[in-house]
């Protein structure tokens, strides 16, 4: 070694140094301490220092220095040992005669100081050290003959000044130092750099409440990740869930969260298989998955524990807290030790670090307390919960809003319960009224169920029919309040729904050939997961309309009844609003209802084929007739009195949604519509569309009764648009069905449960997805499906119903008719006929439905959704 010359030993040393540095990298913080401490014993191996060699082995040193420094303090987690080795370096710097390198090196130094104490939330102080940072690197530029080669410490410098603003809530700053970091990295072809400042750029969105913004930013992102060829980080994927959570998609960030995990652990990347496993813990627990949320939970914390983030233990400790809490409450027995373990938890965390999560854990405590009567440490324990800030999350102020009610009815106050509700609710429309697509609106009244739920019990304890109406108007299918804008549909996602179309077509002729379709499939499947999250950040809706009143649905129901279910607990009760008057009627258990219902369904879907052996369908009937009968008499016989022989507006409640009403004897032959809400019925009724003349007729493959139906229509409808056969393209019926008076569908399609947007018909060259309807400029004021179950729903907390009819419904069309089970082709046809029959000379979709379906009603299993 004493053989080297000096300046082969520097050049060793650098590539020890960047040896180090990739190390870093991939979180192997040991081995890069390896290397950088035989860096240093090189550099001390050159003694003495020959004179013209002291600038660039003391420049060398301390940038060695400085990256030990921070590599040791990352693995001991002593921020002060950290912080004073710093200082010691810039004794070093001061060192260094020339002013520009020495700019050069503090520039590095301070940043490294500023991002130690940016890890451990002093993020007020970091800002100093961060704007001397970028002084020090513009200046160092200012005096350099190629500037551009240093551009991107100075966005690496301003990015990371913009998001310790982000952690403390300045948003202007944030977003100006992000934005001007984000233009430089653009400008100077930054490509890798610019993606991660778009990545800090969602998160600030997210954090002030655009979620489809900060959606949007996280899939610009990883595009430019995957055309760079890099690997898209494992931060990136858990923050695109962190933003699914905050809109309330608990599903949809759990599946994603499974499906980044996999890689994550085969990396053994321990600090990013905690975070996954963590916010897989949220999902758990927003989904009500509470053991899972414990374990879940529990492995996160243990793996953060050994990775040394303190606020990602403290998030876990949290989740299996409430957890405990929700069965505690629910099972009615608070241990005593629950809430003073809550409040201890509270007391240990360190402020201002973790001042969010101390007082989550306060608020679960009080929610104990007062279940066990302790009013008076409830009531102190409130007063140290700090009012929330511009950035707090929704989460937050929903329970901070909750345990402020219950506290209110405890101490017998329930007017001020339902102020607190009220405005709590409140809040939740403002972060309601940012989001993008339906899954992201129609998700978003997760975080208020507790809210909801707690309003509806009060009232429905005074037996108070008029307010009850209003709260649940207030509380349920919001998603409907949106007038629908005219926006189209994103080219960007457009293309990738037809390469999923594509995919489906190729899946269906790989299994006629009986090819294998493994790999098709999981393309089939990731292109529509691309889908899906274009979706959540390129739709947009207008504004909210004001909630329809009891005064306004009274004057326009006329001789019409409304009979609006829901449920409290296991209680399933209905307001009826009839000649004027509202009434409330108990109708038992909601668990009962629900099973009828689904068995109802599944007997449906069991008759359907046409060409049932005769002795299976005597047995299926009777027991269709049995679930019809008993539903009937829960539902429909207790309102007899109250809805006389009026034609009837339905508002369902969870499972009921699945109810095909005209099957029920006591409904038989009576016209029925079906509506989300109060306020969305009212908003159908009064929609005042273009007047319209095109009729649409639409056949898809392989519907044996299809060609004698649309035939039967053109008699009906001798101007009509036939669209059959080859001509009967995804691109043409979007084309024709935009600004139609009547499209009528004769297709096979599905309903997708878990990707109800995804709901399809198959038309010539493959599938029509709900979300493609979503986009009309002007959807059809009516729209008929003849042969599939695009009636049904995916129902998420607060009636919300997300699936194909209801994407048409909240994108601008009167009226949808469609079976809520499955229908046989000739059933089908002939129901079809009669109910084109009728409605020549009802001229009104609900009376021609109801005339239809009494012919032979357990075939004909359809519903008037919307306005009739």
């Known amino acids: 070694m004493k053989n080297l010359d000096p300046s082969e030993v520097i050049e060793r040393v650098r590539k020890l140094q960047r040896a180090a540095t990739d190390a870093s990298c991939l979180a192997r913080y040991h081995e890069g301490v390896r290397f950088l401490r035989r860096g240093m014993a090189l550099l001390d191996s050159i003694h003495p220092v020959p004179e013209d060699f002291q600038t660039d082995w003391l420049v060398v040193r301390i940038r060695l220095s400085s990256t030990l420094i921070a590599m040791s303090s990352e693995i001991s987690g002593d921020l002060a040992a950290g912080l004073a080795g710093l200082d010691n370096v810039r004794l070093l710097v001061d060192a260094v005669d020339d002013p520009v390198l020495r700019a050069e090196l503090s520039g590095a130094l301070n940043y490294n100081y500023a991002a130690k104490l940016m890890a451990v939330g002093r993020n007020e102080e970091s800002l100093t ?55 430089l990295a653009e400008k100077y072809e930054l490509r890798a750099m610019a993606a991660d400042v778009r990545r800090n750029l969602g998160t600030l969105a997210l954090r002030t409440g655009d979620v489809p913004e900060a959606l949007r930013c996280y899939e610009e992102t990883e595009r430019t990740h995957r055309a760079l060829d890099m ?29 980044v995990l996999p890689g994550v652990s085969t990396r053994s990347v321990a600090r990013e298989q905690a975070r996954v496993e963590l916010y897989r813990a949220s999902a ?60 201890r938890t509270a007391e240990k965390m360190p402020l201002p670090l973790l001042a969010e999560q101390a007082a989550t854990a306060r608020m679960l405590a009080v929610r104990l307390d007062i279940r066990r009567g302790n009013l008076d440490r409830a009531v102190e324990t409130l007063r140290e919960v700090p009012r929330p800030g511009q950035l707090t999350p929704i989460d937050y102020r929903m329970l901070r809003r909750l345990c402020r009610a219950e506290l209110a009815v405890a101490q017998g106050n329930r007017g001020k319960a339902l102020g607190e509700i009220r405005s709590g609710l409140t809040e939740l429309d403002a972060v309601r009224d940012r989001m993008g697509g339906l899954d992201l609106v129609s998700g978003t009244a997760l975080h208020g169920q507790e809210l909801a739920d707690l309003a509806v019990k009060l009232v429905l304890e005074r037996h108070d029919a008029r307010r009850l109406f209003v709260w649940l108007e207030r509380t349920r299918a919001q998603t409907y309040r949106y007038e629908p804008l005219s926006a189209g549909t994103d080219p960007e996602l457009a293309a990738r729904v037809a390469e999923v179309r594509g995919l489906g077509q190729a899946i269906q002729e ?18 529509l997961r691309e889908a899906q999250r274009l979706g959540w950040h390129t739709g947009r809706w207008g504004r909210p309309r004001p909630m329809a009143g009891l005064p306004e649905v009274v004057a326009q129901l006329g001789r019409r009844a409304m009979v609006s279910f829901a449920a409290s607990g296991d209680e399933l009760v209905a307001v009826v609003v009839a000649g004027g008057a509202c009434r409330l009627v108990r109708l038992g258990s909601a668990g009962v209802a629900a099973e009828s219902a689904r068995v109802l369904n599944v007997d449906l879907d069991a008759l359907a084929p046409d060409n049932l052996p005769e002795r299976l369908a005597e047995v299926v009937m009777a027991s269709a007739r049995k679930q019809a009968d008993k539903l009937d008499a829960q539902l429909i016989q207790p309102l007899a009195d109250s809805i006389g022989d009026r034609e009837l507006v339905i508002v369902p409640t969870g ?52 060609r004698g139906e649309l035939e039967k229509l053109t008699t009906h409808y001798r101007t009509a648009t036939t669209m059959t056969g080859a001509k009967a393209t995804v691109k043409s019926v ?23 947007l995804f709901s399809r018909l198959e038309l010539a060259d493959g599938a029509l997805f709900g979300h493609e309807m979503a986009g009309l400029r002007q ?18 907390p607060g009636d919300e119903a997300l699936g194909f009819a ?39 979709p609900a009376l021609a439905l109801a005339d239809a379906i009494a012919v032979d009603p357990f075939r004909r299993p359809f519903v008037c959704l919307g306005a009739g």
């Not at 024709?736 to 990707?755: I, Q, S, V, Y």
Request: charged share 25%; hydrophobic share 45%.
């Open 655 to 706: 499972p009921l949604y699945a109810v095909p009403w005209g099957v029920l004897p006591g409904l038989r032959g009576r016209p029925t519509v079906v509506a989300p809400s109060a306020t969305a019925w009212l908003a159908a009724e009064l929609t005042k569309s273009p007047r319209a003349r095109k009729i649409v007729l639409v056949r898809g493959p392989g519907l044996a009764g299809a």
């Open 284 to 343: 758990a627990l927003m989904n009500d998955e509470l053991e899972l949320a414990r374990q879940t939970a529990a492995a996160a914390r243990r793996g953060m524990r050994r990775a040394g983030c303190q606020t990602c233990v403290a998030n876990a400790m949290i989740i299996g807290l409430h957890a405990d809490t929700r069965d505690a409450l629910r099972s009615g027995q608070v241990p005593a030790a629950l809430p003073t373990r809550a409040i």
């Open 510 to 527: 790989a299994q006629h050939d009986g090819h294998p379709i493994a790999g098709l499939r999981a393309k089939y499947n990731e292109r």
């Open 129 to 183: 050290y961060f704007d001397a940072s970028i002084e020090d690197k513009e200046y160092r530029m200012a005096h350099d003959a190629d500037p551009e080669s240093r551009m991107d410490s100075l966005v690496r410098s301003l990015s990371s000044r913009g998001w310790a603003h982000t952690r403390l809530g300045n948003v202007q700053q944030a977003r100006a130092d992000l934005t001007k970091s984000l233009e």
């Open 806 to 844: 209801s994407a048409l419904l909240a994108s601008g069309s009167r009226t949808v008719i469609a079976p809520l089970s499955r229908v046989g082709d000739l059933a089908s046809a002939a129901a079809m006929d009669d109910y084109y029959r009728a409605l020549a000379v009802r001229d009104s």
């Open 231 to 259: 690997e898209v980080p494992a931060l990136l994927r858990i923050e695109q869930a962190q933003a699914l959570l905050a809109a309330g998609l608990a599903d949809e960030a759990g599946r994603h969260l499974e499906d």
């Open 779 to 796: 959807p059809p004021r009516q729209v008929v499906f003849a042969a599939c179950e695009l009636a049904l729903n995916r129902i998420r």
């Open 734 to 756: 979007l084309r024709a069905m935009d600004g139609a008076k009547l499209a009528h569908f004769a297709a096979h399609g599905a309903h997708e449960p878990e990707n109800a």
